[in-house]
C-alpha cells in the first residue's frame, strides 16, 4: 500500500454478513403471493449486490415472467420487512475484528447500495451498528456504487482522506467503486460477486476473511500471500 490505512469501510452483504437466507425468503414470498415460482437461494445469491429494484428485476427477467417489477418491489420490501435481521449472521471473526480495528481508534463505516431502513435494522439486530461511525447507503441521495459518491460520502463522514481509506468487499461493484474513489481495496472470496472468480475483479488483495484483513491492517500478521 502506498499509504496508511486510517479508516475502514465495509460492504455489508457477502462480506460482513450472510443474509442470501432470508432475502431468497422475502423474494419467495413476494413471488408467490404474484403466482410465481420461488428462484433457488443459489441464484438469489447471484443477484444481490446492485440494490432491490435490481435484484427484483433481474429474478422477475429469470423467471420470465411479465410480472409488473414496480408491484413486485413493493411486494418485496413488505416481505423484507418481516424477514430481515432475523436469520442472517456475522460471518466467523467479524465482531470480535469490528472490536479491535476500534480498540486501533480506525473509524469504521459501511457503504451498502442496500436500502437504508433494512440496513440499519440489520445492522442493529446483528448488534454491530454502535461499532460504526458512518453508514452510506443506496437510497441516501448518491449514485449507487459502482460510482464513487458513496465512498467520498463515507470518507467524509469519516474524516480520512480516500487514499488511506480501505474499503473491504466481495464484488465488482466494490472493487469499481474504490477505484473511482481512490481507494484501496480488498475482496473476500465468499461474498456476492455474481458468480465471478474473486480473482478476477481486480482487487489489490484477496483476503480469507475480516480476520486475515484486520490482523495486515493492524501489522499482527506480516506474511505475504497470494493474491
Known amino acids: ?33 404474484l403466482g410465481l415460482p420461488a ?58 475484528s469490528l472490536d479491535r480495528l476500534a480498540a486501533a481508534r480506525l473509524p469504521l463505516g459501511v457503504v451498502t447500495n442496500k436500502a437504508r431502513a433494512f440496513s440499519v435494522r440489520l445492522l442493529e439486530r446483528l448488534a454491530v451498528a454502535q461499532r460504526l461511525a458512518a453508514v452510506v447507503c443506496g437510497d441516501d441521495g448518491w449514485p449507487k456504487k459502482p460510482a464513487a459518491d458513496m465512498m467520498l460520502a463515507a470518507c467524509a463522514r469519516l474524516g480520512s482522506a480516500p487514499a488511506e481509506t480501505l474499503l473491504l468487499g466481495d464484488s465488482a461493484n466494490d472493487v469499481l467503486a474504490a477505484r473511482a474513489a481512490g481507494c484501496p481495496v480488498w475482496c473476500v472470496p465468499y461474498g456476492y460477486n455474481e458468480g465471478r472468480p474473486v480473482e478476477t475483479l481486480g482487487a489489490d488483495r484477496i483476503v480469507e476473511g475480516i480476520a486475515e484483513a484486520t490482523g495486515r491492517i493492524l501489522g499482527v500478521n506480516p506474511v505475504d500471500s497470494p493474491g
Open 1 to 33: 500500500l502506498m499509504h496508511p490505512i486510517r479508516a475502514v469501510l465495509f460492504d455489508l452483504d457477502g462480506t460482513l454478513a450472510d443474509t442470501a437466507g432470508e432475502i431468497a425468503l422475502a423474494l419467495e414470498r413476494a413471488f408467490a403471493s
Open 39 to 96: 428462484l433457488p437461494e443459489a441464484e438469489v445469491r447471484t443477484l444481490i449486490g446492485r440494490g432491490i429494484a435490481s435484484l427484483v428485476e433481474r429474478a422477475l427477467q429469470r423467471l420470465g415472467a411479465s410480472a409488473d417489477a414496480g408491484v413486485a418491489i413493493e411486494r418485496f420490501e413488505a416481505a423484507y420487512r418481516e424477514t430481515v435481521g432475523t436469520t442472517a449472521t456475522l460471518y466467523p471473526g467479524v465482531a470480535e
